[in-house]
């Protein structure tokens, strides 16, 4: 079993999944786009992954907002609205007889090229839509013992060439740092930013704790991922001293705790980072407590 912040559980329901392209429905086997298809071709286009419990999608206001704004920034004009999507992920849903413990992931590419190219006007359709819907429910084993981070040599870029916060297909970079990371024997990549401070991971937001305050990085090289968001608002409202910072490997190594954030996992502790040992085995006091509050909180959206 692959270890890591997207550990999950087997579960058999999901080879009988029905897969939502562009309005119609799909066995898993065969769910197919065409190899003239944006993203297939280029890694044109945008998506977005949420959870769903007790029928409640969490936090959906947030990430539909981050998917229309990333849809934007690409030159995507998305020919439906967020009540329509809504309609299509609860269709989807419906159809598979899903209800708690569902991980949803809409993925929106450019559209159908008429040959292979980059150029966008070539593109000879509207926009692909593909809803994924899993049974997934986070496997104990990364929550109990955490993870261990290998820090990569690939760097978050700058936002005057690929934006970081930009939640695109073209993930290339962080699959490289990952490959990285894995090679090293880790379960994940810590990555740094252009001047060498200490960015986010290859696919979760890093914070840490040093004698009561959570740091976290500036936000300028990283996703802001929504998970992320989430446990700075706790940690103002629960007034405990949170800074996003510039921090580097130096303060990383000695830091009491550390996690990583995820839309998937939550909060994740980290145990190790380049063969140093963070704190004590498993979760730290804080990172528990903070993870409390944020399933707490996940429960109050699903009772709203």
């Known amino acids: 079993m692959v270890k890591g912040t997207h550990q999950a559980k087997e579960d058999p329901r999901n080879k009988d999944v029905q897969i939502f392209?562009?309005?119609?429905?799909?066995?898993?086997?065969?769910?197919?786009?065409?190899?003239?298809?944006?993203?297939?071709?280029?890694?044109?286009?945008?998506?977005?992954?949420?959870?769903?419990?007790?029928g409640k999608l969490v936090f959906i206001d947030d990430h539909l907002n981050r998917l229309w704004q990333s849809a934007k920034v690409i030159g995507i004009a998305l020919p439906f609205s967020k009540e329509t999507l809504i309609a299509h992920v609860q269709e989807t849903l419906a159809i598979n007889g899903m209800w708690d413990h569902i991980h949803v992931r809409v993925m929106i590419t450019r559209g159908i090229k008429k040959t292979p190219s980059q150029d966008p006007r070539l593109t000879i359709s509207g926009p692909n839509l593909v809803i994924i819907a899993e049974h997934k429910e986070a496997a104990g084993e990364s929550k109990q013992e955490g993870i261990r981070l290998f820090t990569s040599t690939y760097r978050r870029g700058s936002p005057d060439y690929l934006d970081p916060r930009l939640n695109c297909h073209s993930k290339l970079h962080e699959v490289q740092a990952l490959i990285q990371a894995i090679e090293a024997g880790?379960?994940?990549?810590?990555?740094?930013?252009?001047?060498?401070f200490v960015a986010t991971c290859n696919a979760t937001n890093f914070f840490m704790v040093k004698d009561g305050e959570v740091w976290t990085s500036t936000g300028q090289y990283c996703?802001?991922?929504?998970?992320?968001?989430?446990?700075?608002?706790?940690?103002?409202?629960?007034?405990?001293?949170?800074?996003?910072?510039?921090?580097?490997?130096?303060?990383?190594y000695g830091a009491d705790e550390a996690f990583v954030t995820g839309t998937f996992g939550g909060l994740t502790p980290v145990v190790k980072i380049d063969g140093k040992p963070i704190g004590?085995?498993?979760?730290?006091?804080?990172?528990?407590?903070?993870?409390n509050w944020y399933e707490e909180w996940i429960e109050q959206e699903i009772q709203a």
């Not at 429905?25 to 998506?47: C, K, M, P, T």
């Not at 992320?228 to 608002?233: E, H, Q, S, T």
């Not at 004590?280 to 993870?291: D, H």
């Open 280 to 291: 004590e085995s498993g979760a730290g006091p804080l990172t528990r407590q903070l993870s």
């Open 223 to 252: 996703m802001n991922g929504i998970t992320r968001g989430k446990v700075l608002a706790i940690c103002e409202k629960k007034g405990l001293p949170c800074y996003q910072k510039n921090f580097s490997l130096f303060d990383v």
């Open 186 to 196: 880790a379960d994940e990549a810590l990555m740094l930013d252009t001047q060498g």
């Open 21 to 54: 392209i562009n309005g119609t429905f799909y066995a898993r086997e065969e769910a197919r786009i065409s190899v003239f298809d944006s993203g297939y071709l280029v890694g044109d286009g945008v998506w977005e992954a949420f959870r769903v419990h007790k």
